[in-house]
């Protein structure tokens, strides 16, 4: 319940191209969606975020897709860079009966994009 | 530099040791989260505090303990370690539990058990 399950675990993707990497969940009590990109030997940084209501958000060549009945949703990069070799994480935000949130991840994908 | 501050960046240690991890939050923030890296397991939550108290426990081992200062730095507590417990350690810091609100990583601390 408490998972969110993330594909692929690597991916390669030539310069230009379109990287999408899909993450699904089962606890509907989860109520905001972040992404997460990490480059070695530094922490997670918040990438873009979702709410639930809401079926695509844009901030420039990265775009979330979610479907709430379906619960999964989706990052695509646009004209993917060298740059944007890195591991996404996807991650959902699940309140806890403290008043406070936790956030759990997906495992990870390890994208390169090649010259 | 994300202003969430993490000591040290390496640590290696043999088993049965115990370690101290040192986090120091964005300057503001009143919550330190603090999360366990492993390449089988992906980011786990392991414990949160708001302003110096335990406000949620995740998957922490019982070796594991933490606690955070009033000046809301926060130490991670590792203890009889073992090889398994080789991971990157990281904390967070937002300004309040409302993780909408920003939620920083820091750089991280590499623990090698050996």
């Known amino acids: 319940q408490q998972q969110v399950k993330q594909s692929p675990q690597s991916l390669i993707v030539q310069k230009g191209g379109i990287s999408i990497i899909n993450c699904a969940y089962e606890?509907?009590?989860?109520?905001?969606f972040p992404w997460y990109q990490q480059f070695p030997g530094k922490g997670p940084a918040l990438l873009i975020a979702?709410?639930?209501?809401?079926s695509e958000k844009k901030e420039g060549r990265f775009t979330i897709s979610f479907n709430k009945s379906a619960k999964q949703f989706s990052l695509h990069i646009m004209d993917s860079q060298p740059g944007d070799s890195a591991t996404y994480f996807c991650?959902?935000?699940?309140?806890?009966?403290?008043?406070?949130?936790?956030?759990?991840f997906g495992t990870g994908t390890r994208l390169l994009v090649s010259p | 530099d994300s202003g969430v501050t993490q000591t040290p960046k390496h640590l290696i240690t043999a088993t049965g040791q115990r370690v101290t991890l040192r986090c120091s939050p964005r300057?503001?923030?009143?919550?330190v989260y603090w999360y366990q890296q492993s390449l089988d397991q992906g980011l786990q939550f392991l414990i949160h505090?708001?302003?110096?108290?335990?406000?949620a426990k995740g998957n922490i081992l019982e070796r594991f303990s933490a606690q955070q200062f009033p000046d809301l730095h926060s130490e991670l507590n590792l203890s009889s370690l073992e090889l398994g417990d080789s991971a990157l350690y990281f904390c967070?810091?937002?300004?309040?539990?409302?993780?909408?609100?920003?939620?920083?990583f820091g750089s991280g601390t590499r623990l090698t058990v050996v």
């Open positions: 967070a810091s937002s300004a309040d539990g409302r993780l909408n609100y920003g939620y920083t």
């Open positions: 606890n509907t009590a989860f109520d905001y």
């Open positions: 979702i709410r639930p209501d809401v």
């Open positions: 991650a959902a935000i699940s309140p806890m009966n403290t008043g406070f949130q936790k956030l759990v």
């Open positions: 300057s503001g923030d009143l919550s």
């Open positions: 505090y708001y302003n110096g108290e335990e406000r």
